[in-house]
Nanobody, 118 residues
Framework: QVQFVESGGGLVQPGGSLRLSCAASGSLFSIYTMGWYRQAPGKQRELVALINSGALTNYADFVKGRFTISRDNAKNTVYLQMNSLKPEDTAVYYC????????????WGQGTLVTVAS
């Protein structure tokens, strides 16, 4: 299975920005659709953004206009640029490669914690 290592989280004030990174193992990264997900305390994991092998993107309504997903296939890495952060964006952020109906190609990593607070 593919493994992912997320990084870049931290404490940021409302309105601030962070850039998350997700490094993937293996040699087939460039063909994967990649996604960023998040899980807030007491809530289920939810999809934040997707990027396919052709760099087409899709976003959850609650981040549209604020977050940008991108990828660097040469580095096996997917990024999430988060701007205009809100307290409700506080969560552990994960990446994975969705596959089929509800499945994932990779093992869920530790995630990276984003805390938005003043």
């Amino acid at each position: 299975q593919v493994q992912f290592v997320e990084s870049g989280g931290g404490l940021v004030q409302p309105g601030g920005s962070l850039r998350l990174s997700c490094a993937a193992s293996g040699s087939l990264f460039s063909i994967y659709t990649m996604g960023w997900y998040r899980q807030a305390p007491g809530k289920q994991r939810e999809l934040v953004a997707l990027i396919n092998s052709g760099a087409l993107t899709n976003y959850a309504d609650f981040v549209k206009g604020r977050f940008t997903i991108s990828r660097d296939n040469a580095k096996n890495t997917v990024y999430l640029q988060m701007n205009s952060l809100k307290p409700e964006d506080t969560a552990v952020y994960y990446c994975n490669a969705p596959h089929g109906s509800g499945g994932y190609l990779g093992v869920w990593g530790q995630g990276t914690l984003v805390t938005v607070a003043s």
